[in-house]
């Protein structure tokens, strides 16, 4: 009984900024990696963002000095803070997270998407 809750999203201009979050609840033992995925209409979902147990993270080339992901592990928490906004950002953001429910059994869980909308 794992859910994910995401907010933040909204309509914002070129050149503005949001923060996405994400909070994971429910029977976690431990968590793994954290993400960020999008969708636009007639795409393919992305990886947008990722960032690991340890620390590192890794970003798609066209968010890379624009996007920065973090954890804050005591809350169960993702965040995407999102910066410089451009038009090709509009999507429905979600997140995912690697969820041990006990020692050895851990499963993918999705947020229920947040729409970015980013206006010229």
């Known amino acids: 009984q794992v859910q994910l809750v995401e907010s933040g999203g909204g309509l914002v201009q070129a050149g503005g900024s949001l923060r996405l979050s994400c909070a994971a609840s429910?029977?976690?033992?431990?968590?793994?990696?954290m993400g960020w995925y999008r969708q636009a209409p007639g795409n393919q979902r992305e990886l947008v963002a990722v960032?690991?147990?340890?620390?590192?993270?890794n970003y798609v080339d066209s968010v890379k000095g624009r996007f920065t992901i973090s954890r804050d592990n005591a809350k169960n928490t993702v965040y995407l803070q999102m910066n410089s906004l451009k038009p090709e950002d509009t999507a429905v953001y979600y997140c995912k997270m690697i969820i041990f429910t006990s020692r050895a059994v851990a499963y993918d869980y999705w947020g229920q998407g947040t729409q970015v909308t980013v206006s010229s």
């Open positions: 429910g029977s976690i033992f431990s968590i793994n990696s």
């Open positions: 960032i690991r147990s340890g620390g590192s993270t």
